[in-house]
Every structure is written in C-alpha cells, then in structure tokens.
C-alpha cells in the first residue's frame, strides 16, 4: 500500500526563495531510491497558512524507512556545505538550534505527518 509523508514546515516570510533553492538542488539524490514515487514541495497561498509542507509519496512504508534510516536521508538533510550531518530530517525533528556547519537553517521546526493511501484518482486511461 502507498504511503504519503508530508513534512509541515515553519518557515519565516522572506526565506522562501532559499527554501526553493535548498530543496531543487537535492531533488536528482531521490530519482534512484527503492520505492519513491514522488516529491512536491508546496508554498502557502493563504493568508492564515504559513506552513510549507514537503509531500513525498512511497510505494510502501517499508521503502521510506529503508530511506529514513540510510544515507540517502541523512544526504538529503545535510546542511549546503556542511559534513553530512542533518540538519532537519523527515522525523519531525526542526532545525532550530541545531549545531551543524554549513548556512544557519531555514526551518525554524517542522512536523511529520504520515498516511496510507485508501482511494486514489488519477487522470482517465491512467
């Protein structure tokens, strides 16, 4: 069964830019990962939302945890420049006051929240 993780992140007004930029140079280290099937990094549009929320969609939980738990996780979280360590991970674990060189983050906190795809729709003949 596929799974859905979307990551709720708390980011400040004018980072938004950097947040673009952080998440497009990572996007080609998921192409190849057992499992994945997609990623969308979605900007609020409404004036009470102020959450951005990192959707990725895998073909099952085993997949993401295999993921979460591997180097491909901890690359995908470290820090522009910095030694590998994460500096925000799909965990629901922000980055705030973490330790690790490289640029300051741009999360100030994020939450994890986790779901099994019941019903799915997709464009006809799909």
């Given at each position: 069964?596929?799974?859905?993780?979307?990551?709720?992140?708390?980011?400040?007004?004018?980072?938004?830019?950097?947040?673009?930029?952080?998440?497009?140079?990572?996007?080609?280290?998921l192409?190849?990962?057992?499992?994945?099937?997609?990623?969308?990094?979605?900007?609020?549009?409404?004036?009470?939302?102020?959450?951005?929320?990192?959707?990725?969609?895998?073909?099952?939980?085993?997949?993401?945890?295999?993921?979460?738990?591997?180097?491909?996780?901890?690359?995908a979280?470290?820090?522009?420049?910095?030694?590998?360590?994460?500096?925000?991970?799909?965990?629901?674990?922000?980055?705030?006051?973490?330790?690790?060189?490289?640029p300051?983050?741009?999360s100030?906190?994020?939450?994890l929240?986790?779901?099994?795809v019941?019903?799915?729709?997709?464009?006809?003949?799909?």
């Open positions: 069964m596929a799974v859905v993780k979307i990551n709720a992140l708390e980011i400040p007004p004018n980072a938004g830019d950097e947040i673009v930029k952080r998440f497009s140079d990572r996007m080609s280290s192409s190849d990962v057992k499992g994945f099937l997609g990623f969308e990094l979605l900007r609020p549009t409404a004036e009470t939302e102020t959450r951005w929320f990192v959707y990725t969609r895998w073909s099952d939980q085993e997949s993401y945890d295999e993921w979460r738990d591997g180097d491909g996780a901890r690359a979280h470290a820090r522009p420049g910095g030694d590998g360590e994460r500096a925000t991970g799909n965990t629901g674990e922000g980055e705030a006051g973490d330790e690790s060189p490289g300051p983050p741009v100030m906190g994020a939450t929240l986790e779901f099994e019941e019903v799915e729709a997709g464009p006809s003949g799909v």
